[in-house]
């Protein structure tokens, strides 16, 4: 029943259009939301593509274009943003990582919007983690992602865990999630 209730909460939580839009488009902010449910272990993170690639409009030359696909590659390889506790033998499952940007026919897609005033294009980097892990007590995940994206300056976190309901902002100079 708490793993049901888990990922129904965080889709409930996590995908609202205010906290989704809040968080893609901060610049130098990014998202992180967890849920652990016994030996399961689920992360989304999402940036503004403005804190990934240094741009957030569609790219046009060769070198925006691999940008991105190099910003895709290291959101598929969570160990270069995530440092999970060895003890918890956690394994990747299941992994999704894009950039979102265009509009949807039925409205806007919640990660990509024409600013009114400008008319700008905003997007964001999406990523999506399921790990299982041999034992998921986790008391801590270090964030490796300031080293790799330095123009991150703070992450705002959200965790559902067997403990309870964590959040709290992480920055460089303490970059650890503490699930306590």
Not at 6 to 30: D, K, M, R
Not at 116 to 141: L, P, Q, W
Not at 150 to 160: G, K
């Amino acid at each position: 029943m708490f793993k049901k209730l888990t990922l129904i909460s965080l889709a409930i939580i996590f995908s609202t259009p205010a906290v989704a839009q809040q968080s893609a488009h901060v610049h130098g902010f990014a998202s992180i939301n967890l849920a652990i449910d016994g030996d399961e272990l689920q992360i989304e993170f999402v940036s503004p593509a403005e804190s990934i690639v240094g741009f957030e409009y569609e790219p046009s030359t060769a070198a925006e274009h691999k940008a991105v696909a190099d910003a895709i590659a290291l959101l598929r390889n969570p160990a270069k943003l995530f440092a999970l506790p060895a003890r918890a033998g956690c394994e990747l499952h299941e992994i999704e990582a894009e950039r979102h940007a265009e509009h949807e026919k039925h409205g806007e897609d919640e990660y990509a919007h024409e600013d009114s005033d400008t008319g700008e294009t905003h997007s964001a980097f999406h990523a999506h983690y399921h790990f299982g892990c041999k034992n998921a007590v986790i008391e801590t995940i270090a964030l490796r992602l300031f080293e790799t994206w330095p123009q991150i300056e703070e992450v705002r976190v959200q965790a559902l865990t067997p403990r309870g309901q964590f959040g709290g902002n992480i920055g460089a100079g303490d970059p650890v999630i503490r699930l306590q």
